[in-house]
Nanobody
Framework: QVQLVESGGGLVQVGGSLRLSCVFSERTFRRYSMGWFRQAPGKEREFVATINWSGGSTYYADSVKGRFTISRDNAENTVALQMNSLKPEDTAVYYC???????????????????WGQGTQVTVSS
């Protein structure tokens, strides 16, 4: 059974940094595009960042562009989200997700993703 396990969330002050990690349980990871999404209290889940299977293509939501960086290590079955210059509006539960289309393009659309982690809380205090 495929599992995605996020870690690295926590409480940080405005302007601080956090690094989220997500471990995928299967070796098929190397063929899948991966994404990060987030859901703030009372809001719908929204796209944050995505990376294609090779790591050669990445896309970001405008709200995080220039502050967040997505990366992956196919040897370790992990995808990471480096978050810098954090703002209170970044407070949310962050989810990693996998698009099981082999060698597909990176996508920002939630419905394209087949597997989801359980989420990790990020709280930015002002």
């Amino acid at each position: 059974q495929v599992q995605l396990v996020e870690s690295g969330g926590g409480l940080v002050q405005v302007g601080g940094s956090l690094r989220l990690s997500c471990v995928f349980s299967e070796r098929t990871f190397r063929r899948y595009s991966m994404g990060w999404f987030r859901q703030a209290p009372g809001k719908e889940r929204e796209f944050v960042a995505t990376i294609n299977w090779s790591g050669g293509s990445t896309y970001y939501a405008d709200s995080v562009k220039g502050r967040f960086t997505i990366s992956r290590d196919n040897a370790e079955n992990t995808v990471a989200l480096q978050m810098n210059s954090l703002k209170p509006e970044d407070t949310a539960v962050y989810y990693c997700a996998a698009d099981a289309t082999p060698l597909g393009i990176a996508t920002m659309f939630e419905h394209d993703y087949d597997y989801w982690g359980q989420g990790t809380q990020v709280t930015v205090s002002s």
